[in-house]
């Protein structure tokens, strides 16, 4: 029997200003509009966008809320979606132009990528890896969704558990002065894992 989950079909973005959030991101990260045909699954999604993989949905934050705070990149739960591209420096300019804040420039960390996390006017975070151009569109896509966790073997189980496939797991990383730079932290150590879900990690 094949697997029932094939894929992630969108990220939601919880913003107190949807239409400035959504010209923020239709600049910086080059969304196009949601086609109706693809609108399936969910119907009426509302405010729906894409990327080359997936779809980006913006949906209305209580004002009153602590959603612009600054979150760490390490609180529990959900931190940032990552944004792949062979051309990164293309899309960290047009993040800075379009409004956005960074942690650091790009860095590489000997993985033959670079990396760098950027933030919207509301403070959410992009990751942005360049990867190598092994092929010429620049155009980004969605590479994965990060979700920070002090159990991270019993998480990492469950969501492989959950898509039915096997997930991919890093040593432990730390002192590394490009980590703290890039998640804006000191004395960064973190344990990484990968669960492949078919259009994304």
């Not at 989950?5 to 400035?20: E, N, Q, R, W, Y």
């Not at 529990?76 to 132009?97: F, N, R, S």
């Not at 650091?104 to 670079?114: A, C, P």
Request: with cysteine; proline share 6%.
């Amino acid at each position: 029997m094949t697997h029932p989950i094939k894929g992630i079909h969108h990220v939601a973005i919880a913003v107190t200003d949807v239409p400035s959030a959504t010209h923020f991101y239709v600049q910086a990260a080059q969304l196009s509009p949601w086609p109706a045909a693809q609108g399936l699954i969910l119907p009426e999604l509302g405010n729906m966008w894409r990327l080359a993989n997936a779809g980006i949905r913006f949906l209305s934050a209580d004002p009153s809320g602590q959603q612009q705070k600054r979150r760490a990149v390490s609180e529990a739960g959900i931190t940032h979606m990552c944004l792949q591209t062979t051309d990164p420096a293309v899309i960290h300019h047009a993040y800075a132009k379009a409004g956005g804040s960074f942690h650091s420039g790009l860095i590489d960390l000997g993985t033959g990528f670079l990396y760098c996390y950027a933030r919207d006017l509301e403070k959410n975070v992009t990751e942005i890896e360049g990867v190598a151009p092994v092929w010429a569109d620049s155009k980004p896509w969605l590479a994965h969704v990060n979700l920070a966790t002090s159990d991270f073997q019993r998480l990492l189980g469950f969501y492989a558990a959950l898509l039915g496939t096997t997930a991919i797991r890093s040593p432990r990383l730390k002192d590394d002065p490009r980590l703290d730079a890039i998640a804006d932290l000191s004395n960064v150590e973190l344990r990484m894992g990968w669960v492949p879900a078919g259009n994304m990690q």
